[in-house]
């Protein structure tokens, strides 16, 4: 099931990805594992030093969904508690100027199962 984090920006694991296409979400995958019919792919790899570019990308690609294209989002990884987690994390971040504390906070509201990930940022 999706996650509405927002009242446009949702978290769910890959069994919720036809859920999201059918509302007319577009799709962010995050997992490098997993391959579907997504709008888009960026995928978030721990201790290979690109999280944090990856990061930036897929806050850019959510804010033209949301702003350019007037469509809710929705990120998928594997279970939707990680990589995830963070897009979403960071993209309430860097867009809402939110702490990453209250970021983990917002998304735990909506999504209990999240685990912070915070650490990958800069690995």
């Known amino acids: 099931s999706i996650s509405w984090v927002t009242d446009n920006i949702g978290i769910t694991a890959e069994d919720g990805v036809d859920d999201a296409q059918d509302q007319g979400c577009f799709v962010i995958n995050v997992a490098e594992e997993i391959d579907?019919?997504?709008?888009?792919?960026?995928?978030?790899?721990?201790?290979?030093?690109?999280?944090?570019?990856?990061?930036?990308?897929?806050?850019?690609?959510?804010?033209?969904?949301?702003?350019?294209?007037?469509?809710?989002?929705?990120?998928h990884c594997a279970?939707?508690?990680?990589?995830?987690?963070?897009?979403?994390?960071?993209?309430?971040?860097?867009?809402?100027?939110?702490?990453?504390?209250?970021a983990y906070s917002t998304v735990r509201q909506a999504r209990p199962i999240a685990l912070d990930r915070r650490n990958w940022i800069d690995s």
């Open 36 to 75: 579907n019919a997504a709008d888009v792919k960026l995928a978030i790899e721990p201790h290979t030093g690109t999280v944090f570019q990856t990061l930036n990308d897929i806050a850019l690609c959510m804010r033209e969904a949301l702003d350019e294209q007037g469509r809710d989002v929705v990120v």
């Open 79 to 102: 279970m939707g508690m990680e990589r995830s987690v963070l897009s979403v994390v960071w993209y309430l971040h860097v867009e809402n100027w939110m702490t990453l504390d209250d």
